[in-house]
């Protein structure tokens, strides 16, 4: 490490204040960052890494949050380092965009939906740099040349909801990098994005970062985005640094368990296992060595029960068209009970407009979807209201499923009542209550509001919720796409576990071929609305026959 580090953050607190209870998030931390170089900062939802980021540009709201003590030291050039909290507010407008940049984690909420993206790149140029409007515009048409946006013109006028995740993570890195930042903070720049998505944008970082000598803050929840990316790793953990080290002494040697746990939570590549192991495994009593693997011959013989049985559902040369664009063409597959079928593919790829078509979420332009020997696709909407206690979904966002003004138990209830089952509210309750404890919650959680829960406590509700009404066959879309990978491991154990207890069917959707491949018994690629290829899943991981499968399969974070 230079003696002279660009950025040095010595002893940093950070509480929140609220009806006179104290909330300590960053507990001080000290940490420095170089010129030229990447520091990850890695840790689950709530270790405070978000929080030290925002404190480093003071965007910090006040109140509730303050920084109660330490310094961040910032070196601009030659100059001598200067404690950015000792800045004027004038000051801070200077720094932040010019010789600090931050890209936010949801592009969507971070761009303006009512100015083009052009404008808005533009503006900080002329803020900053004083460009007139002609050489703005010129500047930042080489700025989205330089990250790779297709037709640069159109993209510049063009507003957000117009553009792809990834096309719109790439406005936000040119506007990032417009005005030649010497630090780049990258808040989970890549977390909803598909896994091939994802490595453009971290090549195109990497790139960005050796043409213009440019230091990057990573802050990740995702250990294995980090090797290839990162020179070095700071683990946070409850609001302190735990561990910090190269990228290769913190992959080969990780010195607390809280590490080592993060390293094991996303699905192993060579081997498969019983259980994923979570955080708990490795901090808590429950032993890491516990999660076996199965074998081969359990497998195969797995595979010759499910697959015995006649299918539960059958979905015949399906279509479906929105106006002049064809989204799905002529699918074929099978489902059979007690199987999860895994559909994996990017964004645009078909795989959710697929799910509602079968559910009559949607209707279908053409085909059949044939369950339990009777084509839905033909029912009235009575018979079809019937059906949907047996054919339900868990959508990526449970926040948006959930009515933000119910109480999580009456809303596990009510689907209940819709559907008739059970012979009054109380029985209905006392179910809903153990429901709760069935999917990992209390029974005092009946009376609270959506906003009271965590991420992954929210999706464990909605699970709760499509239990209610003892489905035959759950549709799970992105349902752990944007959880943090420990809590996507207790949620994925807790699918299979309940798969089990209750006979269940899935299929399975998702962008990430490694949770798909752990989860799944057969899985499906899809490309442009069309089933690329199918099969087993590991041998389709392990002989692809496709390209694009190919492609995905190289995308996976920590393949090989």
Same mark, same amino acid.
């Given at each position: 490490?230079?003696?002279?580090?660009?950025?040095?953050?010595?002893?940093?607190?950070?509480?929140?204040?609220?009806?006179?209870?104290?909330?300590?998030?960053?507990?001080?931390?000290?940490?420095?960052?170089?010129?030229?170089?990447?520091?990850?900062?890695?840790?689950?939802?709530?270790?405070?890494?978000?929080?030290?980021?925002?404190?480093?540009?003071?965007?910090?709201?006040?109140?509730?949050?303050?920084?109660?003590?330490?310094?961040?030291?910032?070196?601009?050039?030659?100059?001598?380092?200067?404690?950015?909290?000792?800045?004027?507010?004038?000051?801070?407008?200077?720094?932040?965009?010019?010789?600090?940049?931050?890209?936010?984690?949801?592009?969507?909420?971070?761009?303006?939906?009512?100015?083009?993206?052009?404008?808005?790149?533009?503006?900080?140029?002329?803020?900053?740099?004083?460009?007139?409007?002609?050489? %703005?515009?010129?500047?930042?048409?080489?700025?989205?040349?330089?990250?790779?946006?297709?037709?640069?013109?159109?993209?510049?006028?063009?507003?957000?909801?117009?553009?792809?995740?990834?096309?719109?993570?790439?406005?936000?890195?040119?506007?990032?990098?417009?005005?030649?930042?010497?630090?780049?903070? %990258?808040?989970?720049?890549?977390?909803?994005?598909?896994?091939?998505?994802?490595?453009?944008?971290?090549?195109?970082?990497?790139?960005?970062?050796?043409?213009?000598?440019?230091?990057?803050?990573?802050?990740?929840?995702?250990?294995?985005?980090?090797?290839?990316?990162?020179?070095?790793?700071?683990?946070?953990?409850?609001?302190?640094?735990?561990?910090?080290?190269?990228?290769?002494?913190?992959?080969?040697?990780?010195?607390?368990?809280?590490?080592?746990?993060?390293?094991?939570?996303?699905?192993?590549?060579?081997?498969?296992?019983?259980?994923?192991?979570?955080?708990?495994?490795?901090?808590?009593?429950?032993?890491?060595?516990?999660?076996?693997?199965?074998?081969?011959?359990?497998?195969?013989?797995?595979?010759?029960?499910?697959?015995?049985?006649?299918?539960?559902?059958?979905?015949?040369?399906?279509?479906?068209?929105?106006?002049?664009?064809?989204?799905?063409?002529?699918?074929?597959?099978?489902?059979?009970?007690?199987?999860?079928?895994?559909?994996?593919?990017?964004?645009?790829?078909?795989?959710?407009?697929?799910?509602?078509?079968?559910?009559?979420?949607?209707?279908?332009?053409?085909?059949?979807?044939?369950?339990?020997?009777?084509?839905?696709?033909?029912?009235?909407?009575?018979?079809?209201?019937?059906?949907?206690?047996?054919?339900?979904?868990?959508?990526?966002?449970?926040?948006?499923?959930?009515?933000?003004?119910?109480?999580?138990?009456?809303?596990?209830?009510?689907?209940?009542?819709?559907?008739?089952?059970?012979?009054?509210?109380?029985?209905?309750?006392?179910?809903?209550?153990?429901?709760?404890?069935?999917?990992?919650?209390?029974?005092?959680?009946?009376?609270?509001?959506?906003?009271?829960?965590?991420?992954?406590?929210?999706?464990?509700?909605?699970?709760?919720?499509?239990? %209610?009404?003892?489905?035959?066959?759950?549709?799970?879309?992105?349902?752990?796409?944007?959880?943090?990978?420990?809590?996507?491991?207790?949620?994925?154990?807790?699918?299979?576990?309940?798969?089990?207890?209750?006979?269940?069917?899935?299929?399975?959707?998702?962008?990430?071929?490694?949770?798909?491949?752990?989860?799944?018994?057969?899985?499906?690629?899809?490309?442009?609305?069309?089933?690329?290829?199918?099969?087993?899943?590991?041998?389709?991981?392990?002989?692809?026959?496709?390209?694009?499968?190919?492609?995905?399969?190289?995308?996976?974070?920590?393949?090989?």
């Amino acid at each position: 490490m230079k003696s002279h580090p660009l950025l040095d953050v010595r002893n940093l607190s950070v509480s929140f204040v609220s009806d006179q209870q104290k909330l300590t998030v960053v507990d001080h931390i000290s940490f420095r960052l170089s010129e030229a170089e990447t520091l990850a900062v890695v840790g689950e939802s709530g270790s405070g890494k978000t929080v030290t980021a925002l404190a480093v540009l003071r965007l910090i709201p006040e109140p509730p949050g303050k920084i109660f003590t330490g310094e961040i030291l910032f070196r601009s050039g030659t100059n001598q380092a200067k404690d950015i909290l000792h800045f004027e507010e004038s000051e801070m407008r200077q720094l932040r965009g010019r010789y600090i940049s931050m890209i936010f984690q949801e592009p969507m909420t971070s761009l303006n939906p009512v100015f083009t993206c052009g404008d808005q790149v533009m503006e900080s140029l002329q803020d900053h740099l004083g460009f007139s409007k002609k050489q %703005a515009r010129e500047k930042v048409l080489d700025l989205f040349n330089e990250v790779k946006l297709p037709n640069p013109a159109g993209v510049l006028a063009s507003y957000p909801h117009q553009l792809s995740g990834g096309q719109k993570q790439r406005v936000m890195i040119a506007m990032a990098i417009a005005c030649d930042p010497a630090i780049l903070i %990258a808040d989970e720049p890549t977390t909803a994005l598909d896994v091939t998505v994802q490595k453009t944008i971290l090549e195109l970082m990497k790139n960005l970062q050796k043409s213009r000598n440019m230091s990057i803050l990573f802050i990740t929840h995702d250990l294995g985005l980090v090797r290839g990316f990162a020179d070095r790793v700071l683990v946070m953990h409850k609001g302190q640094v735990i561990e910090e080290g190269t990228v290769n002494d913190i992959f080969q040697n990780p010195r607390q368990a809280y590490t080592r746990g993060l390293l094991a939570c996303r699905p192993p590549l060579d081997r498969r296992l019983k259980r994923l192991p979570t955080i708990e495994n490795y901090i808590g009593e429950k032993q890491a060595d516990a999660m076996m693997s199965i074998t081969y011959g359990e497998r195969k013989l797995e595979h010759e029960r499910i697959y015995a049985r006649e299918p539960i559902l059958k979905v015949e040369n399906l279509g479906k068209r929105f106006g002049s664009f064809t989204a799905l063409r002529r699918a074929d597959f099978f489902v059979f009970p007690g199987e999860t079928l895994g559909i994996v593919g990017e964004s645009g790829s078909g795989k959710t407009t697929l799910a509602r078509v079968v559910l009559e979420l949607i209707p279908a332009s053409e085909g059949k979807i044939i369950y339990q020997n009777q084509d839905i696709t033909k029912l009235t909407e009575g018979k079809l209201k019937k059906l949907r206690k047996d054919l339900q979904i868990i959508f990526q966002d449970p926040y948006s499923s959930l009515n933000p003004r119910m109480a999580i138990g009456p809303a596990i209830l009510e689907p209940m009542k819709v559907h008739n089952l059970h012979q009054n509210d109380a029985l209905r309750k006392a179910r809903v209550m153990d429901l709760l404890q069935k999917v990992g919650l209390k029974p005092e959680h009946y009376y609270r509001y959506a906003h009271e829960f965590s991420g992954g406590q929210r999706q464990r509700i909605c699970i709760a919720r499509a239990l %209610a009404v003892e489905p035959r066959l759950i549709i799970c879309d992105e349902s752990v796409s944007a959880l943090d990978v420990s809590i996507q491991a207790q949620v994925l154990n807790l699918l299979n576990d309940l798969k089990k207890d209750f006979g269940l069917t899935y299929i399975f959707i998702s962008h990430d071929l490694s949770v798909v491949k752990y989860m799944s018994d057969r899985l499906i690629v899809m490309k442009d609305g069309k089933i690329e290829e199918m099969g087993e899943s590991d041998e389709v991981y392990a002989n692809p026959k496709s390209e694009y499968t190919r492609a995905l399969l190289e995308a996976i974070p920590g393949r090989g």
